[in-house]
Nanobody, 123 residues
């Protein structure tokens, strides 16, 4: 069993930065993909970023050049550095882990999820 806990969310002004953390426990992080998704009220869960165990990274179009995903496998941690934040980035952010080899884009392919952390960007 894997347990994921996000932290680092909060209220920030447009143009500011936040760093989200995802702490894992249970299963080793090697050979998985770690993903970040977000969900705004009334909207579907949206892919933000993913990072494979081999270092390959992927980003959603709306965050490219502003967000950076990273991971520390021995510590079972994943991070999302968010810069140049915009009001439209406001959402609950979730980290997720997948060992099954599915699509990094599809939230249904992830095995485990955190409880989410709220990010609010004021204009």
């Amino acid at each position: 069993q894997v347990h994921l806990v996000e932290s680092g969310g909060g209220l920030v002004q447009a143009g500011g930065s936040l760093r989200l953390s995802c702490a894992g426990s249970g299963r080793t992080f090697s050979s998985n993909v770690m993903g970040w998704f977000r969900q705004a009220p009334g909207k579907e869960r949206e892919f933000v970023a993913a990072m494979y165990y081999n270092g390959r990274t992927y980003y959603g179009d709306s965050v490219k050049g502003r967000f950076t995903i990273s991971r520390d496998d021995p510590k079972k941690m994943a991070y999302l550095q968010m810069n140049s934040l915009k009001p439209e980035d406001t959402a609950v952010y979730y980290c997720a882990a997948d060992w099954s080899g599915g699509s990094y884009l599809d939230p249904n392919d992830y095995d485990y999820w955190g409880q989410g952390t709220q990010v609010t960007v004021s204009s």
